[in-house]
């Protein structure tokens, strides 16, 4: 007797266990705990594929993961899209768990210094810009993901334009990205956030330019090996690249945050 498989309706070909059209198994039981444990432990321990494998990799091969991804081994690794919005969803979730709602009276109270202004005009001017800066704050944490979506294909537009030669193009320099900029996010929100927490803000300033030295430093590596390109120039470029990357995305976020924060962009956002 034939059997029809249950998810693209094409016969399976006798004494067969997969679907020689689609691959899923011949022979399906009812859903159970089990199924959904298992698949979940396998989506992220799989010896060959799975996240763990992945971080490992990424730690280890840097840029060589990406690299063999793009050249062809796409199943050795785990899909980098996937691997990103993982990270992303971490990452917004541990930043809004340390972001609390704001008032006019909690910046008051922050800034009481704002009290003693006499002229009223003056004294609500600088009470809005302290309000435009904690909705700044609040809306990376909360939103971060959306600004490492709109930062993932910027970085990868500029590593494009320097590495025009190198014989990929834009879309695996983003697939690249993906990898590289998952990476060194993940390492900020289970490495740096904690050690923020743990000596709270007097070193917040020296965490954070530890973690640009470590970006700068795992980008430039990561490329070097995506690049393959196994010269001394090739170090430097990959170092100098990295450093342009990195300096023009802060100064363009830096910007805008100041931009919105000194006047609400001209007063079209409040």
């Not at 089990?34 to 840097?62: E, M, N, P, R, S």
């Not at 743990?198 to 030295?213: D, G, V």
Request: with cysteine; hydrophobic share 45%; charged share 15%.
């Amino acid at each position: 007797m034939h059997s029809i498989c249950s998810n693209c309706d094409q016969e399976i070909i006798p004494g067969r266990h997969f679907c020689s059209n689609c691959g899923q198994k011949a022979h399906l039981h009812r859903l159970s705990w089990h199924d959904v444990t298992h698949d979940a432990i396998h989506y992220f321990t799989h010896a060959d594929k799975g996240v763990f494998h992945l971080l490992i990799q990424l730690a280890t091969k840097t840029g060589t993961v990406a690299r063999e991804f793009v050249q062809g081994k796409r199943k050795k690794y785990f899909p980098p899209f996937n691997f990103f919005l993982i990270v992303a969803a971490i990452y917004v979730f541990v930043f809004t768990l340390n972001t609390k709602p704001f008032t006019s009276k909690d910046v008051l109270q922050s800034h009481p210094e704002l009290n003693k202004i006499t002229d009223l005009k003056k004294r609500e001017h600088m009470l809005h810009i302290y309000e435009r800066s904690s909705k700044a704050m609040v809306f990376m944490n909360k939103h971060s993901n959306t600004v490492a979506m709109l930062a993932l294909p910027f970085i990868a537009a500029i590593f494009w334009l320097f590495y025009r030669r190198a014989g990929y193009n834009y879309i695996e320099h983003l697939v690249a990205n993906m990898y590289m900029s998952g990476f060194t996010l993940l390492c900020q929100v289970i490495v740096f956030v904690p050690l923020g927490l743990l000596f709270k803000s007097k070193n917040s300033n020296y965490l954070l330019s530890a973690f640009f030295i470590f970006q700068l430093i795992y980008f430039s590596v990561f490329y070097y090996f995506f690049i393959n390109n196994g010269t001394k120039p090739g170090r430097i470029k990959a170092f100098l690249v990295s450093v342009f990357v990195i300096v023009i995305w802060v100064i363009l976020t830096a910007t805008l945050i100041r931009l919105y924060i000194s006047n609400g962009f001209w007063g079209l956002m409040q």
